[in-house]
């Protein structure tokens, strides 16, 4: 079985943010794959089902961002999965621009608190991921207000084709080697 989940801040006050790039994503693959994600259990929302053949888990930890590794733990110790082997994890990132893409065997927090927690809570920095670039926070804005805010209009669609390619890429690293995975979506966005 493989777990992917997408970090996010759960309620309708963060629906569209920055932040909730990863649950966007999931969601788009979940639709995609007629997964329901709205079980409550592990202190997040999950959803078990088939995609190309294999047994997956989706998740959207419920413990807030900076948190999410709680419910990842718990679900991994649950599964008896190995995040190194059994995991991706799709999150915003704030280094690249919005709309890119950047898919990453291990490596550290880069200062997201949700990787921090996952990193804290796993033991170890090596889980496949999906990173959504939301664009670097614009001088003299606080950090918490950039990721807490939604998208301009003409960004929009941008990161709705985004979240589209994340869940793709999230769904090849099923079948597929990392390193073909990488090459197909590590590409620059115009």
């Not at 709205?38 to 413990?63: A, H």
């Not at 599964?79 to 190194?84: F, G, H, I, L």
């Not at 301009?152 to 690293?173: F, I, N, S, T, V």
């Amino acid at each position: 079985m493989t777990i992917i989940a997408g970090l996010g801040n759960p309620g309708s006050k963060y629906a569209g943010t920055r932040h909730n790039s990863g649950f966007s994503a999931l969601d788009i693959l979940a639709e995609k794959n007629h997964i329901e994600v709205k079980d409550k259990k592990f202190r997040g929302l999950i959803g078990q089902g088939i995609i190309d053949s294999e047994k997956v888990l989706l998740v959207k930890p419920t413990t807030f961002m900076n948190l999410s590794g709680e419910c990842l733990r718990e679900v991994c110790d649950y599964y008896k999965v190995d995040p190194e082997d059994d995991l991706i994890v799709l999150y915003d990132d704030i280094s690249l621009s919005p709309g890119q893409l950047r898919i990453r065997s291990k490596g550290s927090a880069g200062g997201h608190n949700g990787v921090k927690s996952m990193i804290a809570c796993l033991g170890t920095d090596v889980f496949r991921r999906v990173k959504i670039g939301v664009g670097e926070k614009p001088e003299g804005w606080d950090l918490a207000d950039w990721v807490l805010g939604r998208f301009p209009e003409d960004e929009k669609k941008l990161m709705a084709d985004a979240y589209a390619r994340a869940a793709a890429a999230a769904q090849d690293m099923l079948t597929q080697p990392l390193d073909r995975v990488m090459n197909l979506y590590n590409t620059k966005v115009c």
